[in-house]
């Protein structure tokens, strides 16, 4: 099973101020088709999972472009050039390349 | 625009079974493979069970296997989530996910059904 691990940040962020998370995977991410399928979910507090990147870079529709996703092999990072009052949550990087499918422990934000 | 709801939640007893439901409406069910996923009471996310678009593939968490049966319906666009041998561990949110259309990426989460396992 591919274990993720995730980086905490140093609560609380700055409104306006950029922040990072880490994600680092126990094994690569490439699939036999040669996509990595790392993606990044946003859980605001009593909401369900929402998805904000996927494929390790790619925006989904509807995601303001102050997230981004960067990384390759085993090493990730969801960054948010300026953190908003919405941004609030828990963030949780998953895989989807090898089954189980697997979710990092997730990354409290706060402001 | 997508809506996935999920139902047939509730209180059991150890070893006790339910049947979770998930309606699916606003995309092409029969299109995309389908997910279960779960969240403690203040915990993280746990990936639970796949089935392939056809139906004709499906995975589990290894906690699950053998105990939990993932099926769809497309002629009403429902998924499905047998449970049985429920265990205290398996108490948690339910959730339906619809996988995107380039696969291997859970897209869209519904609400949750509770689960609770309890004598």
């Known amino acids: 099973e591919i274990v993720l691990t995730q980086s905490s940040l140093s609560s609380p962020v700055t409104l306006g101020q950029p922040a990072s998370i880490s994600c680092r995977s126990s094994q690569g991410l490439v699939h036999i088709d040669g996509n990595t399928y790392l993606s990044w979910v946003q859980q605001r507090p009593g909401q369900p999972p929402r998805l904000l990147i996927y494929?390790?870079?790619k925006r989904f529709s509807g995601v303001p472009d102050r997230f981004s996703g960067s990384g390759a092999g085993t090493d990730f990072t969801l960054k948010i050039s300026r953190v908003e009052a919405e941004d609030v949550g828990i963030y949780y990087c998953t895989q989807g390349t090898r089954f189980p499918w697997t979710f990092g422990p997730g990354t409290r934000l706060e402001i | 625009q997508v809506q996935l709801v999920e139902s047939g939640g509730g209180v059991v007893r150890p070893g006790g079974s339910l049947r979770l439901s998930c309606a699916a409406s606003g995309f092409g069910f029969s299109g995309h493979g389908m997910h279960w996923a779960r969240q403690g009471a203040g915990t993280g996310l746990e990936w639970v069970a796949y089935?392939?678009?056809?139906?004709?593939?499906?995975e589990y968490a290894g906690a699950v296997t053998g105990r939990f049966v993932i099926s769809r319906d497309d002629s009403t666009s429902t998924l499905f989530l047998e449970m049985n041998s429920l265990r205290p561990e398996d108490t948690g949110l339910y959730y339906c996910v619809k996988e995107f259309n380039t696969g291997w990426t859970l897209e869209f989460w519904g609400h949750g059904s509770q689960v609770i396992v309890s004598s």
């Open positions: 089935i392939s678009w056809n139906g004709k593939s499906t």
């Open positions: 494929q390790i870079s």
